[in-house]
């Protein structure tokens, strides 16, 4: 099986509850058809009765459950939970009601946060900052995470590299321009993801321009600081740095630039030193060598709640819910 098919055969072995709250749009109706018919996910779709029939229209999402901010029972208690969440913040009853009947991702995040949904998947029709706004005020970062962000999982066919090409790279999303600290992080995280999606060790390469020293440099010297608060964060993980892409997955290009490193030439997980890098590395393999890229997935939320491109597909919306339920389940 490829690794979107094992995803979707561990998504339906435990069934999770996942919120699509972008109700407005096409895409997320077939979607929601295709989860429904394959079983990875029990769904809830936000929004009034009268208007999801209506957006809808032609889709059989019959076994999804509807909810309307307007008439549920629950919503009472998650406006109470929104006050008291954001009351430092001068968050009032009216606005956080105001807030929960008109933007439906703010709904979808309080259903997570209150436990009636195990995770949420948006951002067809949204901005990530607008997806992840909520996130951030409403479940915050998970604990012993120091920042959320975002990875892609890359499926290269035909490709005896990785974990039989399958990738993680990291950050191709989200953190700009990460300090040395951050980008630590980041490949802990990373490595946390791909452990739990793949089931495989992750192998962690920290990527540079350079590798072991051929160059001088600040930007060389920023991953040689983050390798090193990366071993310290986690020492138990196959984690190297500083290494240049060639290093770190070709074997016998690792054997030769970096003799000894127990990453170099078998890498799965990629942390780029900054956004351009990563960005333009995941479109590169994307359309060049034709991957799949799930993404932008995100890691170090309190829940698992997934930012889509808003150029995806429907199939797209598909795949990252099975990989969200996933998620949920290793929570």
Not at 82 to 100: D, N, P, S, Y
Not at 157 to 165: F, L, Y
Request: proline residues 5%; aromatic residues 4%; hydrophobic residues 40%.
């Amino acid at each position: 099986m490829g690794f979107i098919d094992e995803i979707k055969a561990r998504a339906k072995a435990d069934k999770k509850t996942i919120v699509l709250p972008e109700t407005e749009d096409a895409r997320t109706y077939k979607a929601a058809e295709a989860v429904l018919k394959e079983g990875t996910a029990d769904l809830i779709l936000v929004g009034s009765k009268e208007e999801i029939e209506k957006n809808g229209a032609g889709y059989d999402i019959s076994g999804a459950t509807v909810v309307d901010p307007a008439t549920s029972d629950k919503t009472d208690a998650y406006i109470a939970k929104l006050v008291e969440l954001r009351q430092k913040k001068g968050m009032t009853e009216e606005q956080a009601r105001e807030i929960l009947l008109t933007n439906y991702l703010y709904y979808g995040v309080m259903m997570v946060k209150m436990g009636d949904a195990d995770g949420m998947v948006s951002g067809a029709c949204h901005s990530t900052a607008d997806t992840l706004r909520p996130c951030l005020q409403i479940l915050k970062t998970k604990p012993g995470t120091k920042l959320v962000s975002a990875f892609f999982v890359m499926v290269v066919p035909d490709c005896d590299m990785g974990a039989d090409g399958t990738f993680i790279f990291g950050d191709s999303g989200l953190e700009q321009n990460p300090d040395p600290e951050k980008l630590a992080n980041i490949a802990v995280s990373s490595a946390e993801s791909f452990r739990t999606l793949t089931g495989k060790e992750p192998i962690v390469a920290m990527l540079s321009h350079s590798t072991k020293g051929s160059a001088k440099h600040a930007d060389v010297d920023k991953v040689v600081e983050a390798t090193q608060i990366a071993k310290e964060l986690a020492p138990e993980l196959k984690l190297d740095g500083e290494l240049q892409l060639d290093a770190a997955i070709v074997p016998s290009v690792g054997e030769s630039k970096a003799p000894g490193s127990p990453v170099a030439g078998h890498a799965n997980v990629l942390i780029f030193p900054d956004l351009d890098a990563g960005n333009i590395g995941y479109k590169l393999v994307q359309r060049l060598a034709k991957a799949e890229a799930y993404g932008p997935l995100t890691q170090g939320i309190a829940a698992p709640v997934n930012d889509l491109s808003r150029g995806c597909s429907a199939e797209d919306i598909e795949g990252v819910v099975a990989i969200t339920a996933v998620q949920a389940q290793a929570q």
